[in-house]
């Protein structure tokens, strides 16, 4: 699964998606960003296999908002590893702010 194909999975949501960062925004939205490297493949003193990781966060004024499940749902269907990493209030903004950590080749 690719970078481009994860940002093709978030679009069909059906909420703005953004890459590293949104202005502005007075609805619920997600906002996407690899950051990382993660479990990488190594042989005979080369990179055999590049795992890039990132970030997808969530932000909703809706409690038990159901596009969490979507999405957890959604990465699921498209084989992209997941992990919810944090989930927290923001007392300046009133947004649920959901993270998941995910993993791509």
Same mark, same amino acid.
């Given at each position: 699964?690719? +970078?481009?194909? !994860?940002?093709?999975? !978030?679009?069909?949501?059906?909420?703005?998606?953004?890459?590293?960062?949104?202005? *502005?925004?007075?609805?619920?939205? @997600?906002?996407?960003?690899?950051?990382?490297? *993660?479990?990488?493949?190594?042989?005979?003193?080369?990179?055999?296999?590049?795992?890039?990781? *990132?970030?997808?966060?969530?932000?909703?004024?809706?409690?038990?908002?159901?596009?969490?499940?979507?999405?957890?749902?959604? +990465?699921?269907?498209?084989?992209?590893?997941?992990?919810?990493?944090?989930?927290?209030?923001?007392?300046?903004?009133?947004? @649920?702010?959901?993270?998941?950590?995910?993993?791509?080749?």
């Amino acid at each position: 699964m690719t +970078l481009e194909a !994860l940002e093709n999975a !978030l679009l069909e949501l059906g909420v703005p998606v953004f890459h590293y960062f949104a202005f *502005g925004q007075t609805g619920n939205y @997600i906002v996407w960003a690899e950051d990382s490297e *993660g479990q990488s493949l190594h042989a005979d003193n080369v990179k055999t296999g590049q795992v890039i990781q *990132g970030t997808i966060d969530y932000f909703t004024k809706t409690e038990n908002d159901p596009l969490v499940k979507q999405i957890q749902d959604k +990465l699921n269907e498209v084989e992209i590893s997941w992990r919810l990493n944090d989930i927290f209030r923001e007392d300046d903004t009133g947004y @649920i702010h959901y993270e998941w950590v995910f993993e791509v080749i």
